[in-house]
């Protein structure tokens, strides 16, 4: 199980972030300021880094130089509430491998994850397509198979698959489907779900997926 380090100080951002990688398969551990990530590093243990700007202490182009400085080579995504090009520019420069501003949704953060896991040999080809009975859902070309058939998703579509997909048979409410999907900043109200269930039910088959009443919905 590939292993990931968080290191964000906001607890909002930082448990959204944790749950939905456990949800992906992956293994997080999180950590909220900078001196503690690099003694984390330090053990090896961590195939990629997702770090935060904003510190205490040493702020996260402090860790990343230090890191680089130490000849650590994994995949490093910087992630900030600072948009300025300088701030992206200090950051590629200092050697990080993505940058990605807050807010962000979460489908956006997996598909860097997942790039930048196959660009340092860390995620094999297997890895990238998931399968449940005779659905097949490619990470890398967004598409899914049921038997013969093909369909290429919109990017939310492709997202709510992949929930899906991951957690066969188990009843997924709204609530989680909207954090998961739509992001920390998702609208409790929102009926966007039942309407990209319905699109999704309309490419891989109506009866895959199952509305379980006051629950939510899952894959069958």
Known sequence: MTSILIVEDERRISSFIE???SAAGYSPTVVDDGLAALDYVATGSFELVLLDVGLP?????EVLTRLRARGETMPIIMLTARTSVDDTVTGLDGGANDYLPKPFKFDELMARIRLRLRESGQQSVAET???HGDIALDLTTRRVTVGSLTNDLS???????EQF???PEQV???EQLLSRVWGFDFDPGSNVVDVYVRYLRGKIGADRIETVRGMGYRLI
Do not use: N, P
Request: glycine fraction near 12%; aromatic fraction near 8%; avoid cysteine.
């Open 57 to 61: 202490g040493i702020d996260g182009f």
């Open 19 to 21: 749950k939905g990688l």
């Open 172 to 174: 997924l409410s709204r």
């Open 165 to 167: 997909v991951r957690h």
């Open 155 to 161: 990017a939310r579509e492709f997202a709510l698959a």
């Open 129 to 131: 397509v998931l399968r």
